[in-house]
């Protein structure tokens, strides 16, 4: 009574309680990572004459008036002792 010519061919891979080990492949798969840098390269070579050329755009008008920068922003702070201030004046 012997081993069948299977098991014996695969005993080196199995592990303990006969369960088989599976090892990590140690190349990558290249096919994926090539199609994305070819579907990049389409889209860089679309993209890169509208770039240098530019596209037209109605921009919307504004009837806002500018911003007075001259108003010096109010401060509000709260010390660690809960204490408020405005404009660096206790209230």
Do not use: H, W
């Amino acid at each position: 009574m012997g081993m069948s010519g299977f098991a014996v061919r695969n005993m080196g891979r199995r592990g303990r309680r006969g369960v088989p080990r599976y090892r990590a492949m140690a190349e990558i798969n290249m096919t994926p990572f090539i199609d994305v840098i070819l579907v990049l390269l389409i889209i860089f070579m679309v993209t890169a004459p509208l770039l240098a050329t530019g596209v037209a755009i109605d921009l919307p008008r504004t009837k806002a008036a500018a911003l007075n920068i001259e108003q010096k922003p109010i401060s509000v702070a709260v010390d660690d002792r809960g204490l408020v201030y405005v404009m660096d004046q206790p209230v």
